[in-house]
């Protein structure tokens, strides 16, 4: 391998085409994530989408994501701190720190709910509109990860903006 050329392992298997078997589905969750985006930054919107998809294992959003981060002017090294934000809060602002926080409680309902501390601090710093939005955004990664992890979407072939 260069260091000008990406190779890939042979891909694995996809085990369903969802989209292809369910379009009605495809197509209300394409309108779904179009309508979870409005109003939140772009750079906001991929950090979230990236943190969620990091802990959810899915690669090929990951893969999408992390493209569309860079694509709307994000940083490689946030990006890449991302995954340790509580170590690396410097890297983010307290409005981003509040997003990420409540990513993940959202998205590990290990307790059955979002704690009120993580409620109350993404509240401090988003007007309700707007929070609603970022809750819908981080509600519809979760289940376009669900897609990906379940039928094993193949990462790698993504182009920024491709989708939307």
Same mark, same amino acid.
């Given at each position: 391998?260069?260091e000008t050329?990406?190779?890939?392992?042979?891909?694995?298997?996809?085990?369903?085409?969802w989209?292809?078997h369910?379009?009605?589905?495809?197509k209300?969750?394409?309108?779904?994530?179009s309508?979870?985006? =409005?109003?939140?930054?772009?750079?906001l919107?991929?950090?979230?989408k990236?943190?969620?998809?990091?802990?959810?294992h899915?690669? &090929?959003?990951?893969?999408?994501?992390t =493209?569309?981060?860079l694509?709307?002017?994000?940083?490689?090294?946030?990006?890449?701190?991302?995954?340790?934000?509580e170590?690396?809060?410097h890297?983010?602002?307290? =409005?981003?720190?509040?997003?990420?926080? &409540?990513?993940?409680?959202?998205?590990?309902?290990?307790?059955?709910?979002?704690?009120?501390?993580?409620?109350?601090?993404?509240? =401090?710093?988003?007007?309700?509109?707007?929070?609603?939005?970022?809750i819908?955004?981080?509600?519809?990664?979760?289940a376009?990860?669900?897609?990906?992890?379940?039928?094993?979407?193949?990462?790698?072939?993504?182009?920024?903006?491709?989708?939307g």
């Amino acid at each position: 391998m260069t260091e000008t050329t990406t190779e890939y392992a042979p891909e694995s298997p996809v085990r369903l085409e969802w989209a292809r078997h369910a379009p009605e589905v495809y197509k209300a969750m394409i309108r779904l994530d179009s309508a979870a985006r =409005k109003g939140l930054d772009a750079k906001l919107y991929e950090l979230v989408k990236i943190r969620a998809s990091q802990i959810n294992h899915c690669a &090929l959003c990951l893969d999408m994501h992390t =493209k569309d981060a860079l694509a709307a002017g994000e940083s490689v090294e946030r990006i890449i701190q991302l995954s340790a934000w509580e170590e690396s809060r410097h890297f983010y602002t307290e =409005k981003e720190l509040a997003a990420i926080e &409540l990513t993940e409680a959202v998205t590990v309902l290990t307790d059955g709910f979002v704690p009120d501390e993580v409620y109350e601090r993404a509240a =401090k710093w988003f007007e309700e509109p707007e929070l609603a939005q970022l809750i819908a955004a981080i509600t519809v990664i979760n289940a376009w990860n669900r897609f990906g992890v379940t039928c094993r979407m193949t990462p790698g072939h993504y182009t920024p903006g491709q989708h939307g």
